[in-house]
C-alpha cells in the first residue's frame, strides 16, 4: 500500500515537472541559447547579427514567393478549369497550345543565322521550331494566367524579412511624416537602378497621397566615384529647403561631376555662395557617412534597397512590386483596425 502511494506520488510529480517544464519552454520559445544561465533569444540574434542575417532571410523569402506564385497560378488554372467542367489539361490544350503559330520557314532561316553554331541548318532546323514553339506557348500561357489574376481576388500575407532601421536623417522625408506607410531607400546616385526607381517611387508618393512617405538614404557604393559628392551637395541643397528637388535633379540629369553639381543648386536658384562653400568643404560628409554606416549594420550590399514599413526588398525593383507592397501593408493595417481592406488585391 506505500509502496502504491510512493509510486503514484512519483508519477504526479514527473507529471507536474513535464508539464510545468513544457510551459517554461513555451514561455522561452525563443530562447536559442543559454550561456552560463543568461539566454540568447531570437531577437539577440537578429539584433546582434543582422547583418548576416538579412540577406539570406530575403533570399529564403524570393524563393518562398517564387513557390507562392507558382501555387497560386496552378489554383487559377485548376479553379477555371473546374468551372469549365474540363481538366487543367485540356484547359490549357484550348487556351494555350491551339494558338501557338509555328514560324515561317523564313523567320527560322534568319533564328539560324543569328546562332553561333557550326550545324547545318537541316540538323537544328527542328531544335530551333521547337524552342520558338515553346517561347510562344509560354508568353501565350502568361497572357492567359494574367487574364485570370485580372478577374480573381488574390491577397498575399506572405511578407518578406524585417530589420530595425535606425533613425533617419534630418529633412530627407518626402509625404507626410506621419503617413501609414513608410518607404526607406538606400540609395546611391549615381547607381542606374537608382536613377530608373526614382520616378516609380515619385508616383508612389503621388498615388498615395497622405498615406505613403519616403524617407531617402545615403548609401553611396565604392565604385562609383560621384556618388559620395552628390549626395553631400543633396543634403547641402536641403539647407536651403531644396532637398528633394536637387534629388529629382540628379537623378534625371545624371550630372555629377563637381562643377555640374554646382550648376544644378544654380539652376535651382540655390545660394550659390552657401552651397559652393557647404559642397567644398565637405560640410555633409559625415550625415552622409551616418548613413552609410547604417546600411552596413544592416548588410547591405547594393542599391537600391528599401524598407517598406520595416520590410526588406533589394535591387532592380519595379512600380508593380513597390505598388504591391504598399497595398500590403494598408490591407494589413486596416485589417488591425477591424475595418475593411484597403486595396485587398494582389496581383
Not at 550659390?272 to 552622409?288: G, P, Q, R, T, Y
Not at 546600411?295 to 547594393?302: V, Y
Amino acid at each position: 500500500m506505500l509502496r502504491s502511494h510512493a509510486v503514484r506520488f512519483l508519477l504526479s510529480s514527473t507529471v507536474a515537472f513535464i508539464i510545468s517544464g513544457s510551459a517554461a519552454a513555451q514561455q522561452n520559445a525563443s530562447t536559442l541559447a543559454v550561456v552560463n544561465g543568461s539566454a540568447i533569444t531570437a531577437k539577440d540574434l537578429e539584433q546582434k547579427e543582422v547583418n548576416h542575417l538579412l540577406q539570406a532571410q530575403y533570399q529564403y523569402y524570393q524563393a518562398e514567393r517564387k513557390a507562392l506564385d507558382d501555387l497560386i497560378v496552378q489554383r487559377l488554372l485548376d479553379g477555371e478549369a473546374q468551372s469549365q467542367g474540363i481538366s487543367t489539361d485540356e484547359l490549357l490544350k484550348r487556351e494555350v497550345d491551339s494558338k501557338v503559330k509555328d514560324p515561317s520557314e523564313d523567320q527560322l532561316q534568319v533564328y539560324y543565322e543569328g546562332l553561333d553554331s557550326k550545324e547545318p541548318y537541316d540538323q537544328v532546323r527542328v531544335k530551333i521550331l521547337d524552342h520558338i514553339r515553346d517561347l510562344r506557348r509560354a508568353k501565350l500561357r502568361s497572357a492567359y494566367v494574367e487574364t485570370l489574376r485580372l478577374k480573381a481576388n488574390i491577397v498575399i500575407q506572405l511578407a518578406p524579412p524585417t530589420a530595425d532601421v535606425g533613425p533617419e536623417s534630418a529633412a530627407v522625408t518626402e509625404g507626410r511624416s506621419d503617413a501609414p506607410v513608410q518607404v526607406v531607400e538606400f540609395a546611391d546616385y549615381q547607381c542606374p537602378y537608382c536613377q530608373k526607381v526614382n520616378p516609380d517611387l515619385n508616383k508612389l508618393i503621388d498615388e498615395y497621397a497622405g498615406k505613403v512617405s519616403v524617407v531617402y538614404r545615403d548609401f553611396p557604393l565604392p565604385m562609383h566615384p560621384h556618388a559620395e559628392k552628390a549626395a553631400e551637395a543633396a543634403r547641402c541643397a536641403g539647407q536651403q529647403g531644396k532637398f528633394w528637388e536637387y534629388h529629382n535633379l540628379l537623378f534625371h540629369d545624371k550630372k555629377l561631376d563637381s562643377p555640374d553639381l554646382k550648376q544644378e543648386a544654380a539652376a535651382l536658384h540655390l545660394d550659390s555662395d552657401k552651397f559652393d562653400k557647404c559642397l567644398d568643404s565637405a560640410e555633409e560628409a559625415a550625415n552622409v557617412k551616418k548613413d552609410q554606416d547604417e546600411g552596413t549594420k544592416l548588410g547591405l550590399s547594393g542599391t537600391p534597397s528599401f524598407f517598406i514599413n520595416g520590410h526588406f526588398i533589394s535591387g532592380a525593383v519595379d512600380y508593380a512590386t513597390l505598388h504591391q507592397m504598399v497595398e500590403q501593408q494598408l490591407t494589413l493595417l486596416s485589417s488591425a483596425k477591424g475595418a475593411s481592406p484597403v486595396g485587398s488585391s494582389q496581383r
